[in-house]
């Protein structure tokens, strides 16, 4: 069963506008939340990430916000590039067996974002 | 810069053939990883390292093996390759600790298997 869940598989939007990719978890042990983007036949590169005790995290372009009581976090980019045009993975943090900090994360199945000119 | 590097871009194998994937990270990282992404399925752990010589399951392991003799160096084998492992194969490292757990993803290689 998905403990991470990107319900939208694929998101369109114009150039200039924001695009809100949504991401919901089903574990509220879960206590950091990271999203990746990925060009095809490239590996995932890291975007941005939040730690459960805080509820906005922002890095120029990119703004994740995690509610915690609605298990529910979102990436907004704003605004829109074409560049910014691939598939986005959110990923959650297991803590459980956390013997030596061994963690693994736990994806979602991945939003294909495409940011029409 | 941080560098995850993998043996091969595409490769091209005949079912019942061994595979080795490798996989060498500069960043001197604890943890290795080794996924697979198809389409629809997302990223799915094949089996993780935290320590050379250490190796754990991941959520779909069967049909391959792992080595990790250097801290460095992480290889997937598959023992005799079938045609639904044809996919892209990627490798990842982190550190082991509780400041941040991104883990930093190779290129990928895209396997075929015939």
């Known amino acids: 069963d998905q403990q991470v869940k990107q319900n939208s598989p694929s998101l369109s939007v114009q150039e200039g506008r924001i695009s809100i990719l949504n991401c919901d978890y089903t574990?509220?042990?879960?206590?950091?939340f990271l999203w990746y983007k990925k060009y095809p036949a490239e590996g995932p590169t890291f975007l941005i990430s939040?730690?459960?005790i805080k509820d906005k995290n922002e890095d120029g372009r990119f703004t994740v916000f995690l509610n915690k009581s609605a298990k529910h976090l979102s990436l907004h980019i704003v605004p829109s590039q074409p560049g910014d045009s691939a598939v986005y993975f959110c990923a959650a943090s297991d803590p459980k067996g956390d013997a030596g900090n061994n963690r693994k994360l736990i994806w979602g199945l991945g939003t294909s974002l495409a940011v029409n000119p | 810069d941080v560098k995850v590097t993998q043996s091969s871009r595409y490769l091209v194998k005949r079912t019942g053939e061994k595979v080795f994937l490798e996989c060498v990270q500069d960043?001197?990282?604890?943890?290795m990883f080794w996924y697979r992404q198809d389409p629809g399925l997302g990223l799915r752990l094949i089996y993780f390292?935290?320590?050379?010589?250490?190796?754990e399951k991941g959520d779909i392991p069967e049909g391959y093996s792992v080595s990790r003799e250097k801290k460095e160096r992480f290889s997937l084998i598959l023992e005799s390759a079938s045609t639904n492992q044809t996919s892209m194969y990627l490798c990842?490292?982190?550190?082991?600790?509780?400041?941040?757990?991104?883990?930093?993803f190779g290129p990928g290689t895209r396997l075929t298997v015939t």
């Open positions: 574990n509220s042990m879960f206590d950091y």
């Open positions: 960043m001197d990282h604890e943890n």
């Open positions: 390292s935290y320590d050379v010589k250490m190796k």
């Open positions: 990842a490292s982190s550190y082991r600790g509780p400041i941040s757990y991104e883990q930093y």
């Open positions: 939040i730690s459960s």
